[in-house]
């Protein structure tokens, strides 16, 4: 019989070939919630600036520009918030709606974090009992 033919080899390949699949996943999720916690934070950061709008026009504020980036501004009213609500359009909210949209996104994606982390954690612990029988059939 040839090595080719052997079962076991046959066996083993399949579970490297699987191991290596769970990994390039592993990867991705890990890669995804980094992704979403940058995100979380970016939230957190507008909330802090909304928070922070002077109630009435004529004040000095910080400005956050982006990429560390501020500017130091004259606000005319902070009454309203131009909020991006997707597919490229902006609407211009109250600031209050602005905080309560912000806060829903970050408990949107502090959900999709926890389904990701439990998914990525179900990948791993498929990944130590494919290693540990591969293990097994080399012993």
């Known amino acids: 019989m040839t090595l080719a033919e052997d079962p076991r080899q046959k066996e083993m390949a399949g579970m490297q070939y699987a191991l290596q699949l769970y990994q ?3 990867e991705s999720m890990t890669t995804g919630i980094t ?3 940058e995100e979380v934070s970016s939230l957190r950061d507008v909330e802090t600036a909304l928070s922070k709008l002077p109630d009435s026009g004529g004040k000095r ?3 956050n520009a982006g990429m560390g980036f501020m500017l130091d501004a004259k606000v005319a ?3 309203t918030v131009t909020v991006a609500i997707g597919g490229g359009i902006l609407a211009e909210k109250s600031v209050e709606d602005a905080k ?12 999709a974090l926890k389904k990701l982390m439990s998914e990525r954690k179900e990948i791993e612990r498929a990944m130590y009992d494919l290693s540990a029988r591969m293990q097994e059939m080399l012993a």
Do not use: C, N, T, W
């Open 24 to 26: 390039e996943r592993y």
């Open 77 to 79: 009213e902070a009454r």
């Open 61 to 63: 504020a910080m400005i």
């Open 35 to 37: 992704r979403l916690m």
């Open 100 to 111: 309560a949209i912000a806060a829903g996104r970050i408990s949107a994606r502090e959900e």
